[in-house]
């Protein structure tokens, strides 16, 4: 198991333009979790999902951002319209779904939007 | 609310010293504590976690950190720093049994040679 995986790892756009984001969990991980990052903060949770369910929606994520896990497997994070204020470091990350929900965190993705 | 304050926006310290940062939460139950740690281009790596039992948790790469409920703090502590210790560390609490995962705004750890 080589850990969570995202991809890009870099995603420069220009405003107004949608973006997408991927993460692959790790396999037998039924919590999945997106996290925010700007420069000099932690991370700020955005949204999570039990197997392809969506529990939680922070008040951060907006009507433009929507997130899916169609299978259970690997999930999509939509940006649309993004605006200078999207930039920020995407976060995944998984979890086995144990009391203390310890978190194992991808690469994340840096979006940039000019 | 939860919430994770982290006093030390960075600290810097000279290799081959002790270190501690500084981590106080607020949660009405007991809580569950996390140590992370972050360097540049890399996602989030766990150094130690404590959920209950000794109060003194010993975590990867040498750190260790103790919860003291009176103080409401979990802090972090390394007895000899090494220059590849230079990193972000973010202290992070979450509910019992719960999902969601709160960060403090990280403490910049410098290590001069």
């Known amino acids: 198991d080589t850990g969570v995986s995202q991809d890009p790892r870099h995603k420069i756009t220009k405003r107004g333009q949608n973006v997408t984001f991927r993460c692959d969990p790790i396999?037998?991980?039924?919590?999945l979790y997106w996290y925010r990052q700007t420069l000099g903060q932690g991370p700020e949770f955005l949204t999570y999902?039990?197997?392809?369910?969506?529990?939680?929606k922070s008040r951060l994520l907006s009507d433009r951002f929507s997130a899916e896990r169609p299978k259970g497997s690997f999930s999509t994070l939509e940006i649309q319209r993004t605006e200078q204020g999207d930039s920020a470091m995407y976060l995944c990350a998984s979890s086995p779904g144990l009391a203390d929900n310890e978190q194992f965190f991808g690469p994340g993705t840096r979006l940039t939007v000019l | 609310a939860q919430s994770v304050t982290q006093p030390d926006i960075h600290i810097t310290v000279s290799e081959g010293a002790s270190l501690e940062l500084r981590c106080n939460y607020s949660y009405g139950a007991t809580p569950y504590l996390f140590w992370y740690v972050q360097s540049p281009g890399q996602g989030l790596q766990l150094l130690l976690k404590y959920f209950s039992g000794d109060t003194l948790v010993q975590g990867i790469k040498g750190f260790e950190a103790e919860f003291k409920r009176s103080q409401s703090s979990f802090n972090l502590r390394k007895p000899s720093v090494h220059w590849s210790d230079a990193a972000e560390y973010f202290c992070?609490?979450?509910?019992?049994?719960?999902?969601?995962?709160?960060f403090g705004a990280g403490t910049r750890l410098f290590v001069k040679a």
């Open positions: 396999s037998e991980h039924n919590r």
């Open positions: 999902f039990q197997n392809e369910a969506q529990l939680e």
């Open positions: 992070a609490v979450g509910a019992d049994g719960g999902f969601k995962t709160i």
